[in-house]
């Protein structure tokens, strides 16, 4: 298993359109409704999370911040 202590930015994505900002207001603006019109992946996330049940607690956990904080 590899860990990276270091992240660095990649280049950017050739053909890409977006900047951090366009993607971050069109993210925000999608935040709003998200909860409502994300079932499927309540209903997926929920089932991996049961399939955790049983696992061992790690020592430490990365919080990637991802999503509107539903887990």
């Known amino acids: 298993m590899t860990i990276y202590t270091r992240i660095e930015p ?3 994505v ?3 359109t977006g900047t951090k900002q366009s993607i971050a207001r069109g ?3 999608a935040s709003a ?3 409502g019109a994300s079932r ?9 999370l049961a399939e955790l049940a049983d ?6 956990v990365l919080d990637l911040g991802c999503g ?3 887990f």
Do not use: H, R
């Not at 499927?40 to 991996?48: C, F």
């Open 10 to 12: 990649t280049a950017p």
């Open 14 to 16: 050739e053909g890409g």
């Open 27 to 29: 993210f925000g603006g």
């Open 33 to 35: 409704t998200y909860d």
């Open 40 to 48: 499927l992946q309540k209903i997926m996330g929920d089932a991996m």
């Open 55 to 60: 696992t061992p607690v790690p020592e430490s």
């Open 68 to 70: 509107t904080g539903w």
